[in-house]
Each structure stands twice: as C-alpha cells, then as structure tokens.
C-alpha cells in the first residue's frame, strides 16, 4: 500500500486566495483525519471523519476552512480567502477502526503552506 | 475538556544515556496510547504503543509505562543514539472509541555525539 497521499506537498500562494489540499486515505481506513502543525500551537485536530461523515469539526479555525470527503478515498481541505496566518504544515491521517479494536493513525507526508 | 500535558518541552541527552518523556492525561475513560516521533520536515510516525490493560510494553531500545490510577504514562529510550533526535509526540484516545486522539505538544529529544 502506498499510504496516505497527499497533494500537493509545497504550496505558495498570496493573501486572499482559494488553496485546496488534497487527501487519499488508506484503502479500507474509514476514519479520515486533518491536523494543522505550526511551532506556536502544535499540533490542532482540524476535523475528523468517519465513513465519508464529518463526526467532529470543532477544530476548524473560523468560515474560511471548509472539509469534504465526497467518497472513501478522497478529502479536500479548502481555505477561501488564504490568509498569512494560514502558513503551517497540513498533515491528513487515516484509520481502519476505532482504538478499542483496531490500530492507530497513520499520517500522510503533510503539505507545506506559506501564505505571502 | 480532553487534554494531554507532556514535559519537558525540550530534553538533551548524550549518546549511550538513557532519555525519558512523561504524559498526563485527563479523560478516565482513554485507552489507547500511542507515541510518535517526527523528525525535521517529516511526518509523525509510530515508534510504540500501549493499550490500557497492560501496564509496560517493551520494543528493542523503546519501552512505554502506563499508570492508570495516575493517569500518566511514559516513554523511556535506553542507549539513545544521534538518529534518536526527533520530536516525539505522545497521544491519548479518546472516550467513547471515537477514533479520535488527544496529542501532547510534543518533546524535542537531542541527543548528542
């Protein structure tokens, strides 16, 4: 299995653009998770789902983040407008089952954003 | 709310010694307990875990503790190595079997020649 992928893994962009960050789970995983790494804050929970449902979005930072997962093996994290602030290292994780009876999360190599 | 606490932030070692990195978390009812190390400009990845029926679990040179009644579990690396130096980065489950994990900021291990 290749893993978690994730596209692109570098992006620039300027102020007030729309930048979408792409995801392809593991195959059969069906807990889908996206973090926000930064030096200042860690690392942020954004949104999780589980089979293609968005379960927990408590972590999104405001209206200009939106998620979806339109089928099992593709979610996109999108931010209209981008703002500075924005700049951190997304990473998406997958799941086969809950911790009681299955495994942990595995991470995707993370995408680099720099908002200018 | 959930919240997993993890110290030190910062931790430097020499080759050959011992290094040990201690969480604590607040949610009873959590379960599972992985721990992850990153190094520079890579992703988390899984070096151990341990589930909350067991009490010790031990892999070559990495061996994790968990205390239930306290709440707090550890990660301690014997004869620790430069390759060692990384952020390490303990998690806790979630109640209810969500899937979800809580994680710690992190520990940033150098280990020096």
């Known amino acids: 299995d290749a893993g978690v992928i994730q596209s692109p893994r570098h992006e620039v962009t300027e102020m007030g653009q729309e930048v979408t960050l792409r995801c392809k789970p593991i195959?059969?995983?069906?807990?889908l998770f996206w973090y926000r790494q930064t030096m200042m804050r860690g690392l942020e929970l954004l949104i999780y789902?589980?089979?293609?449902?968005?379960?927990?979005d408590s972590g999104m930072p405001e209206d200009r983040f939106s998620a979806k997962m339109p089928n099992a093996s593709f979610s996109t994290l999108k931010i209209q407008p981008s703002e500075p602030r924005d700049s951190a290292v997304y990473f998406c994780?997958?799941?086969?089952?809950?911790f009681g009876v299955g495994e942990t999360q595995y991470f995707g190599p993370g995408t680099r954003l720099l908002v200018l | 709310g959930e919240n997993v606490e993890q110290h030190p932030s910062t931790l430097s070692v020499q080759e050959g010694d011992s290094a040990v990195i201690k969480c604590t978390y607040s949610?009873?009812?959590?379960?599972?307990f992985p721990w992850y190390k990153q190094e520079l400009g890579k992703r988390p990845q899984l070096i151990i875990d341990?589930?909350?029926?067991?009490g010790e679990k031990k892999d070559q040179r990495i061996a994790v503790t968990l205390n239930k009644t306290a709440k707090h579990f550890s990660l301690h690396i014997t004869e620790t190595q430069p390759e060692d130096s990384a952020v390490y980065f303990c998690?806790?489950?979630?109640?209810?079997?969500?899937?979800?994990?809580?994680f710690g900021q992190g520990t940033t291990l150098q280990v020096k020649p």
């Open positions: 994780a997958s799941s086969p089952l809950p």
């Open positions: 195959s059969g995983h069906d807990y």
């Open positions: 789902f589980n089979n293609n449902v968005p379960i927990d």
């Open positions: 949610d009873s009812a959590s379960n599972y």
């Open positions: 341990i589930r909350s029926n067991v």
């Open positions: 998690a806790a489950s979630s109640s209810g079997n969500t899937g979800k994990l809580i």
